[in-house]
């Protein structure tokens, strides 16, 4: 089961780019059980303010998945990319995890 509590020193957790074991780990497991070091990477990955943040939406419980983009002020709307749509949480959370490793990088996640 996957570790959702927050860690303190998770707002200065630096991602080296090459450390894309991180990403084949979570690909593999994306429920877990984590190593210790990837969940310091998830624990970054979710930390800081939530504007532009990257997350799901339910569309249909269990079974369709959208992404979604927290807005740059509390109180307005997010942003559901109603285009991007899951069938499977995994390949959702896949996705997701891409798109913050970019974040956190600059630099697209490529996996051999």
């Not at 998770?10 to 497991?29: C, G, I, M, N, V």
């Not at 998830?42 to 930390?47: D, E, G, P, S």
């Amino acid at each position: 089961m996957m570790d959702h509590t927050s860690d303190p020193n998770a707002a200065s957790y630096r991602l080296d780019p090459q450390r894309t074991d991180l990403a084949r780990e979570f690909r593999s497991h994306i429920r877990g059980p984590h190593s210790a070091e990837l969940q310091k990477l998830l624990h970054r990955m979710r930390w800081g303010p939530p504007g532009g943040r990257y997350l799901l939406v339910v569309l249909e419980p269990g079974r369709r998945w959208a992404l979604a983009q927290m807005p740059p002020e509390r109180g307005q709307k997010v942003k559901v990319f109603h285009d991007r749509t899951f069938d499977s949480l995994d390949d959702a959370e896949w996705h997701v995890f891409g798109l913050r490793w970019q974040v956190l990088t600059g630099q697209e996640l490529k996996l051999d």
